[in-house]
């Protein structure tokens, strides 16, 4: 099946910058989008960002003008490029893709990587 592998979670400082990569690979039939969603502790799974196969965006308000979802479809990847960061964007982050299987749409979900926003 569809195979979505995180990259770029780590340490940052508050106010830094980090950009978080995910990799889509496998028997991927149709892409309607991708995006992020993250888990902080103690906190339900928010999504955060997502992008539609035609390029239209949909952020968070919590992380508006922050935050820019970007992909290469080319590559099947999804970016989201993190600026000014928080301490309360620190969470695990979710890649996710949404697409059409046989029985209707279809949500596929990474491991997550974990940002930890911290001096």
């Known amino acids: 099946q569809v195979q979505l592998v995180e990259s770029g979670g780590g340490l940052v400082q508050p106010g830094g910058s980090l950009r978080l990569s995910c990799a889509a690979s496998g028997s991927i039939f149709s892409i309607n989008a991708m995006g992020w969603s993250r888990q902080a502790l103690g906190k339900e799974r928010e999504l955060v960002a997502r992008i539609t196969s035609t390029g239209n965006t949909n952020i968070a308000d919590s992380v508006k003008g922050r935050f820019t979802i970007s992909r290469d479809n080319a590559k099947n990847t999804v970016y989201l490029q993190m600026s000014s960061l928080k301490p309360e964007d620190m969470a695990v982050y979710y890649c996710?893709?949404?697409?059409?299987?046989?029985?209707?749409?279809?949500?596929?979900w990474g491991k997550g990587t974990l940002v930890t926003v911290s001096s």
């Open positions: 996710n893709l949404r697409g059409l299987g046989n029985y209707g749409v279809v949500d596929y």
